[in-house]
């Protein structure tokens, strides 16, 4: 006679376990205990909170974790869509080897002009190739010769042109390459039914869509502004 084990999920079909839900108490220990903002990432995250767009900027436990994958995968070549004053680019230029490469993407000059600065600053400059440009445009023209060659994508960008920037990205994207998304939680907004605004739906419409693309291996996490990691399969 087998052992009578607990039911692996209860009645309702919910896991027995989730992800804790994460309080103002809970994430500044959790800030507390795990994060390790270096100077010059904090310095720019001081001077970002001056702009009223403040909020587009990366959390420092999101960058430093950017950081992380990019110290583990040791990527050589790296794309970022959309830049904004640089918190990203820098967490992860700061992380890859020192011989490798990294094309950034961002539409205004002037946010870019911040980032130059402080990856300046940095002393991590010459790794970095900056477009001043929409990004779909760059993309394309990347793709005529440089397809399945990024090692590591980080799609941090407008919400229109989501879906075009995730297809595009995972051609770009060599086999076994990582293509990172942020803002796929989109403040929480995904999951609430009156939300029913342009942005909501494509950022619904894109995690529905790589949830269902089977030539792709996905983690969701609720991270940030919720972070998707894609492996592209060979």
Not at 121 to 133: E, F, L, P, S, W
Not at 173 to 178: F, H, S
């Amino acid at each position: 006679m087998l052992p009578n084990f607990p039911k692996p999920l209860p009645e309702d079909g919910k896991p027995v376990n989730r992800t804790v839900n994460v309080d103002d108490r809970l994430y500044q220990y959790l800030v507390d205990v795990s994060v390790r903002e270096s100077d010059v990432l904090k310095a720019l995250r001081r001077e970002t909170a001056q702009y009223h767009m403040a909020r587009m900027q990366l959390s420092p436990e999101v960058g430093q974790f950017l950081a992380l994958l990019v110290k583990l995968q040791t990527p050589m070549k790296i794309l970022e869509v959309g830049v904004f004053t640089g918190y990203s680019t820098l967490s992860m230029a700061m992380a890859m080897p020192k011989n490798a490469t990294l094309v950034a993407i961002e539409k205004k000059q002037m946010w870019l002009d911040i980032a130059t600065r402080y990856l300046e600053q940095a002393g991590v400059m010459d790794r970095i190739t900056t477009y001043c440009d929409q990004a779909l445009p760059v993309m394309t023209e990347l793709l005529e010769s440089e397809s399945e060659s990024f090692d590591l994508i980080f799609i941090d960008a407008d919400k229109k042109n989501l879906l075009a920037y995730y297809q595009l990205g995972k051609q770009l994207l060599r086999p076994g390459g990582c293509l990172l998304i942020d803002n796929t939680l989109w403040w929480g907004n995904v999951a609430d039914d009156a939300f029913t605004d342009k942005d909501t739906k494509i950022v619904r419409e894109l995690n529905k869509t790589i949830h269902q693309d089977m030539t792709v291996d996905l983690s969701l996490i609720p991270i940030g502004d919720g972070l998707t990691l894609v492996r592209k399969k060979a």
